[in-house]
């Protein structure tokens, strides 16, 4: 997998945050590279597995996190008609054959590639492929505890007890830049807030755990 040197990686998301904001500051859905944070989805693939078992990702691969993406936010949506986040962006910017690849890479599925791009690549001011090389290194910088790595059985938490194994395995994570969302009792997604340089942050008010406290079934992987 190729890798970018976060020094170089770091100087193009700020340019691209402040710098490559392109036409269309009337779009209802945002303008390109006018956003105030990250919100980082990794997704419990054989949760997803439950309900698309036809899906590439779903076929004896093994998955348990996956990158679902890397998503600009807004600190405060009321500024913003109610919107949480831009999406849909215009731009200049395209999805080539070299962001393409890198992407395929990254992501599970070349669906999610294309989807990805389209609704959330194109709101930060980066090309396609650096965009997914930011979302590959905000994957990376997450580590998971070794209950999350690759279960073999299925497992429950209490919401408190799976936030505190997450957070014990990322020492200095903020508590509030990590959430949790469930697709009924399962969990569905591990999501955390990043600065647009990537460093870990606290989530605004409208992002928040989506998951019962009681009891959260980790199904095992594929």
Not at 49 to 65: A, I, M, V
Not at 126 to 149: G, V
Not at 199 to 210: E, F, I, K, L
Request: with cysteine; aromatic share 8%.
């Amino acid at each position: 997998m190729r890798k970018v040197s976060r020094p170089l990686l770091t100087a193009l998301i700020l340019l691209g945050s402040q710098g490559l904001a392109q036409a269309g500051n009337n779009d209802p859905y945002g303008s390109s590279g006018e956003f105030d944070y990250y919100l980082l989805s990794l997704s419990w693939s054989p949760t997803y597995c439950l309900t698309h078992p036809t899906d590439s990702q779903c076929t004896g691969k093994g998955f348990g996190t996956v990158l679902h993406g890397l998503w600009p936010q807004y600190t405060n949506p009321k500024a913003h008609d109610g919107h949480g986040w831009p999406q849909f962006c215009k731009t200049t910017q395209t999805l080539d054959k070299a962001a393409r690849e890198f992407g395929n890479s990254v992501f599970p599925s070349p669906k999610l590639v294309s989807h990805e791009w389209g609704k959330h690549g194109t709101c930060t001011g980066l090309s396609a492929l650096d965009y997914f090389k930011a979302a590959d290194q905000a994957r990376d910088s997450i580590k998971l505890p070794p209950s999350l790595e690759a279960p073999t059985t299925a497992s429950s938490y209490s919401l408190d007890e799976l936030r505190k194994a997450i957070l014990d395995a990322n020492p200095g994570m903020p508590a509030r830049s990590l959430t949790l969302s469930c697709q009924g009792p399962e969990l569905a997604e591990i999501r955390v807030c990043t600065t647009q340089t990537l460093q870990p942050t606290a989530c605004a008010g409208n992002v928040r755990d989506r998951c019962s406290r009681d009891s959260i079934r980790v199904p095992s992987v594929r």
